[in-house]
């Protein structure tokens, strides 16, 4: 029997209703059930596996979606679909297999409700697409990561809320079936990976074009097209964006250990800061051993759970993008060191063509950034006469409200509401003993100024 979607009577409800199953949405699915185990009996042997299917199609169109508008479920033309995939599952030769899978990856492919289901292109990037042996091990480890559940409710939203033609329900009813058969879900996933290659071998092919129509007419290319490219095809732009960064990985080491200064106004590394801060006061609340901490958690652990929230506020990704942008032009027009402009100029190009891997070079200025004006104080704050001496004192509420008082003084209102959000949820977390964050900042290479 199948693990998907095995929901005990008195578990929570899977529509997030915070309800008991069997209060919730149980009685609807049952109902589907019901209704479908009695139409299919009449011609066909209702085996454990058949029953389990069964289960599984009544939780997707049983369960509620809040913000759903769906209609009432037509079991008769459920039932009648069910069928047709059995029938022809019975007669199924390798070839009529094969077929049926391509049939079901174009698609998935070619409905734009069903783009959704691709693989995150910055797992495909480190590998070779056209190596049988790599995406055999790759599907392994999908099936191992990813929620079969989770893909399954997705499409149950889709399909109970868009138009599918019959044709297109049964396919899909094909492909859920044979993940529910293979114990590894693998079956499912393989056609979601054969449909994400498929994506960026095309986009890969339209993208050269585009390259070789602009070399071609001696014109600069144009980023509006490859924007409606990586829009056409997102799991290219995150396969794509992940190369371009691989290939100037180095160039930017080089250029964060020199002297650069990105110049970035204080209220960003403020911010970032105290969501750098939150997240290791989080790890006390959450009552880990204080010997694990020091001994686990390094910068970078700490940034994967706070840059990534930081950098989804808007005022942060257009203030941190302009200021590297502009500090990469300037440095490269003054700077005489032929090696360094080569280095700034591949930068600055992986920089003026946006995918979703800028955030991760982003997040590595930024921390980069921070520490060096960390380390180096005191250090005057912007334009002001306020003098920052420790970083003791960036978690008090002196600093804070005479810098918060600044920033008003100033007009930047935008940025002084988003330092008071952050600055309010990190000061309740800040009232673990300071001592304690003292050890970890000096874990941390900062702790000398505290």
């Known amino acids: 029997m199948s693990d998907v979607f095995d929901i005990q009577r008195n578990d929570e409800c899977i529509c997030g209703s915070d309800k008991k199953y069997k209060r919730c949405c149980l009685p609807a699915v049952e ?3 019901t209704e479908l185990m009695r139409k299919l009996s009449d011609d066909f042997s209702i085996t454990a596996y058949a029953k ?3 289960r599984v199609i009544s939780v997707m169109f049983g369960v509620k979606f809040d913000e759903a508008k769906a209609e009432a479920v037509d079991v008769e033309k459920l039932s009648n679909i069910i069928a047709q995939v059995w029938s022809a599952q019975e007669e199924f030769s390798k070839d009529s297999f094969l077929k049926l899978n391509n049939d079901i990856a174009d698609m998935l492919r070619e409905n734009e409700n069903l783009k959704i289901f691709r693989l995150p292109g910055s797992i495909l990037a480190h590998m070779e697409l056209d190596d049988s042996e790599q995406v055999d091990m790759l599907l392994n480890q999908i099936a191992d990561n990813f929620s079969m559940e989770e893909n399954l409710f997705a499409l149950a939203y889709l399909i109970r809320n868009n138009n599918f033609t019959d044709d297109e329900l049964e396919k899909i009813l ?3 079936f044979m993940g529910l058969i293979d114990e590894t879900h693998q079956s499912f996933f393989e056609l979601i990976l054969q449909a994400s290659i498929e994506d960026i071998n095309e986009a890969g092919k339209k993208f050269e074009q585009i390259i070789k129509e602009e070399d071609e007419t001696a014109c600069r290319v144009d980023i509006a097209e490859i924007h409606e490219l990586f829009k056409e095809y997102p799991v290219f732009e995150d396969y794509f964006g992940v190369h371009m960064l691989e290939n100037i990985k180095d160039d930017l080491e080089f250029i964060l250990k020199s002297e650069i200064d990105f110049k970035f106004p204080f209220f960003l590394i403020y911010g970032f800061f105290l969501k750098l801060t939150s997240a290791i006061t989080q790890m006390f609340i959450q009552n880990l051993p204080y010997a694990d901490i020091n001994k686990e958690l390094n910068f970078m652990d700490m940034l994967i759970d706070a840059g990534p929230e930081f950098l989804k506020q808007e005022i942060i990704i257009t203030e ?20 360094l402009q080569e280095k700034l100029a591949k930068v600055t190009e992986f920089f003026l063509l946006p995918t979703g891997a800028h955030l991760l070079a982003i997040e590595e200025i930024i921390l980069t950034s921070m520490k060096k004006f960390l ?4 250090q005057a704050i912007d334009d002001s006469t306020i003098v920052l001496k420790s970083i003791e004192q960036l978690i008090t509420d002196e600093f804070f409200d005479k810098y918060i008082s600044y920033l008003e003084l100033k007009g930047l209102n935008e940025q002084a509401e988003f330092l008071k959000e952050i600055y309010k949820e990190t000061n309740i977390k800040c009232q673990i003993e300071k001592a304690g964050l003292k050890e970890i900042f000096y874990n941390l290479g900062l702790g000398d100024k505290w």
Do not use: A
Request: glycine content about 4%; proline content about 3%.
């Open 320 to 339: 941190s993008y302009g200021c590297i942008t502009r500090t990469l032009i300037e440095t490269m027009e003054k700077s005489k060191d032929k090696d």
């Open 375 to 378: 380390e180096n104080l005191p």
């Open 31 to 33: 109902k589907i059930e």
């Open 174 to 176: 094909h492909w859920i």
């Open 52 to 54: 389990d299917l069964i």
